[in-house]
């Protein structure tokens, strides 16, 4: 088997672990077939661009000096997925509370409505 070194603590563990058996840090980018590779463009590493070479959790021999990895994930855009979701969750939250606050007056707008539409209906 093939190992490589924990970018946490430095003990060398299985290149395919999921997680490092000796400090539990997460190895997010643990190799895997079949998906897209990416390649870099210009001079640049992409691992300089990279999510997980900027949160640590990369165990690829070739960090931080790849220049075609299968687990590239744009530090960038993964940033802005996050901002997305985080302002959708507190979007929706927010609206919940507003609705759970105002039960009682959205109850009473109900009837109301319902009274107009009786007193319509009757004359
Ligand atoms: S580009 Fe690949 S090798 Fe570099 S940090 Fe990201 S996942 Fe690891
Ligand atoms: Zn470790």
Redesign the pocket.
């Known amino acids: 088997m093939a190992t490589v ?7 060398l ?1 299985d290149s395919q672990a999921i997680a ?6 997460i ?1 997010k980018a643990y190799g895997h077939p079949g998906i897209p590779l990416h390649r870099a463009t210009g001079d640049e590493y992409l691992c300089d661009s990279c999510t997980y070479h900027a949160d640590n959790t990369c165990n690829f021999p070739q960090r931080p000096y790849a220049k075609d990895c299968t687990l590239y994930e744009n530090l960038e855009e993964s940033k802005l997925r996050l901002q997305e979701q985080r302002y959708a969750s507190s979007f929706g939250a927010s609206v919940n509370r507003w609705v759970k606050r105002n039960q009682s007056l959205l109850l009473l707008l109900g009837l109301l409505v319902v009274c107009l539409l009786i007193a319509l209906s009757t004359t």
């Open positions: 070194t924990c970018p946490h603590c430095h003990q563990v490092c058996p000796y400090c539990r840090t190895l």
